[in-house]
């Protein structure tokens, strides 16, 4: 839902901006064809000039080049989708390739404090938050700079980011309860444990989603080619 709601923020400022600059250029060759403002006031007209080309620049020949690339490396930006699956995915429980994709979690369940097997069972969760963020740190490494010239991907790698990030926080919370066991720090250890398994869970449906998109377009251009064909 907060995906859904930032992307619905972000298309209405650029239909916001696309329709006030429009309005603007309407407003500015009407000013020309009636009026003679622009040839007396000089530095006014190239004023609403260099708004005219910035206009242009960002808000229509921006959007159109960075929609043909985004078209033009589909493939191999789909591609990095599937490699984050795979580094956040439950292999066991998952079929990426049919659509069944099961986030990874961190164990939530913690022996009591004056349990012989915290100290075990807390070095085990550090071993599995240093395995995941390795994995998340080495795919990101990989596709960071591809993701961000080739499409609209700085959600995902925003979203990834944090879940490093949190991961970082439950093996700092994981340390604090090995050095210093309180009710407090078992309780902070849970509540950033749930944390991460969210941030798991949100970025596959995320992922997910993007790739149900791709296939559906992939599928219309089939078709479409199919249609032309006969």
Do not use: Y
């Not at 923020?9 to 009026?35: N, P």
């Not at 620049?57 to 990095?80: G, Y």
């Amino acid at each position: 839902m907060t995906r859904i709601r930032e992307e619905d923020r972000q298309r209405i400022l650029k239909i916001a901006s696309f329709v006030g600059g429009a309005l603007m250029i309407v407003v500015i060759v009407w000013i020309d064809v009636a009026t003679g403002i622009w040839q007396n006031l000089v530095i006014l007209s190239g004023l609403a000039a260099g708004f005219v080309s910035f206009f242009l620049t960002t808000l229509v020949l921006r959007s159109l080049v960075a929609r043909a690339t985004a078209k033009r490396w589909a493939p191999v930006n789909r591609i990095a989708i599937v490699e984050f699956l795979h580094a956040i995915a439950d292999d066991d429980r998952s079929e990426i390739a049919h659509g069944v994709i099961v986030p990874r979690r961190l164990p939530e369940a913690v022996a009591g404090q004056a349990s012989p097997e915290l100290a075990a069972e807390l070095h085990a969760l550090r071993e599995t938050v240093a395995t995941e963020r390795r994995a998340l740190s080495e795919a990101l490494s990989r596709w960071a700079e591809f993701l961000t010239t080739t499409g609209d991907n700085e959600d995902v790698l925003q979203h990834v980011a944090r879940i490093a990030f949190q991961l970082d926080r439950v093996r700092d919370a994981a340390l604090e309860l090995e050095a210093r066991p309180s009710d407090a720090a078992e309780r902070a250890l849970g509540a950033e444990i749930a944390d991460c398994n969210e941030h798991f869970a949100l970025l596959v449906a995320e992922l997910q989603a993007r790739l149900e998109a791709d296939n559906a377009l992939e599928l219309g251009r089939r078709q479409r080619a199919g249609a032309g064909a006969a």
